[in-house]
């Protein structure tokens, strides 16, 4: 049964601290999303990858966020300094192409004290 | 730009009676894809159906269908024969000529028995 993991599935951490979001996609998808959801925003894309080459960050505040494709198994997101309003659930996706279904991991909720 | 509308908050539905949950979409491309997403109390991203704009044949997935009606830019959910395991937010989603899935705001179901 094919999934998309990822880790932490829970985070608390202080203000000013690293955070480090881990995503394994489905095995064979060829693009991977993050995404934050919140009361307020509700679900926001931050960037997005295919091939491991990231296509749009536009959704993500630069200066503190990142996104990686380290390998095809591993996409990161990290946040550093974090921030309260950093907190939410992140969540990956991953997808095999443009207009096809993206299947999503358990996500990572964060809270940022 | 790209728009999901989804104007009811919160549906309630009895056991095994049929629910639609609404959603419009505005795009102004030709090729599109309409999703629907089941987000449980427990947090994760489960997909249930998806329409592309060219299929002429409404989705049909279990208990689940599709009304899509391209002229109004609609793509209702059905839920036929709720069950209680059925009480969720649904949330529409719609990909354009990118990747990018832009989400509604999402309808909560309760299912009474």
């Known amino acids: 049964d094919a999934r998309v993991t990822q880790t932490p599935r829970h985070k608390v951490t202080e203000m000013g601290q690293e955070v480090t979001m881990r995503c394994q996609p489905i095995?064979?998808?060829?693009?991977v999303f993050w995404y934050r959801q919140t009361m307020m925003q509700g679900l926001e894309l931050l960037a997005y990858?295919?091939?491991?080459?990231?296509?749009?960050d536009s959704g993500m505040p630069k200066d503190r966020f990142s996104a990686e494709m380290p390998d095809a198994t591993l996409a990161t997101l990290k946040i550093q300094p974090s921030e309260p309003r950093d907190s939410a659930v992140y969540f990956c996706?991953?997808?095999?192409?443009?207009?096809?279904?993206?299947?999503f991991g358990p996500g990572t909720r964060l809270t940022v004290l | 730009a790209q728009k999901i509308t989804q104007t009811q908050p919160g549906m309630f539905v009895q056991e095994k009676e049929a629910v639609t949950l609404d959603c419009t979409y505005d795009?102004?491309?030709?090729?599109?894809?309409l999703f629907w997403y089941k987000q449980p109390s427990s947090g994760e991203m489960i997909f249930l159906i998806y329409?592309?704009?060219?299929?002429?044949q409404n989705a049909t997935e279990g208990r689940y269908s599709l009304n899509f009606q391209k002229a109004r830019k609609s793509a209702n959910l059905v839920i036929s024969a709720s069950q209680l395991g059925d009480s969720a937010m649904y949330f529409c989603?719609?990909?354009?000529?990118?990747?990018?899935?832009?989400f509604g705001t999402g309808t909560r179901l309760q299912v009474f028995p």
């Open positions: 996706a991953s997808g095999t192409g443009v207009e096809d279904t993206q299947y």
């Open positions: 095995l064979g998808h060829n693009t």
């Open positions: 990858f295919r091939n491991r080459a990231p296509l749009d």
């Open positions: 795009t102004s491309d030709q090729s599109y894809g």
């Open positions: 329409q592309g704009s060219y299929d002429e």
């Open positions: 989603a719609m990909s354009d000529n990118t990747d990018k899935l832009i």
